[in-house]
């Protein structure tokens, strides 16, 4: 953490190194816009780069710090977009290259439709659980609030989830 806070070069390499991935599928999980949740990880690191000197704690709340900037990133966007939606054109031009998309990003469309209609609490509970892998304890870091609170929205996020998917069909049963 002295080597964020005395803005080393390698301190910052190593900590976008360890964090650039999960913070990007935490985005795009919130977003589901690749070229957005690439730029909200890069204001993560501008604006941490600001705050270096001031910022306290260890790895563990440096981490959480750069998840609730994200995340923070990532709520204004859901609201600009809310306001001001954006009206496609017809045709999108081709431009050559496709965009990969993360591991862990799941393209089902009943599934990004459900999450779409979660509350911004509720995705982000469930993107930072089932898609970044974080615990209670860092989840509770990120958001506000203690680990068994965190569970159990996490609990309630689930079954809202279910409910909005509908009855499915167990698949290991066949």
Known sequence: ????????DA??????????????????????DVPFAEDAVQQA????????????????????????????????????RARRPEKLAATVPEVGVEAEIPAGFDTDPELSRAMGRLSERQRTLLVLRHVVGMSGNEIADVVGGNRVAVY??????????????????DREDQ
Request: hydrophobic share 45%; with cysteine.
């Open 45 to 80: 690191f501008l604006e941490l780069v600001q705050a270096a000197p001031t910022i306290k704690g260890d790895g563990r709340s440096l981490r959480a710090w750069l998840f609730r900037s994200v995340r923070f990133t990532c709520l204004d966007e859901l609201r600009r």
């Open 1 to 8: 953490m002295n080597g964020i806070r005395t803005r080393s």
């Open 152 to 169: 159990a929205a996490i609990r309630r996020a689930e079954q809202h989830l279910r409910t909005l998917l509908g009855p499915q069909t």
């Open 11 to 32: 301190a910052f390499a190593t900590a976008y190194r360890l964090t650039a991935d999960p913070l990007a599928s935490f985005a795009n999980g919130m977003v589901r």
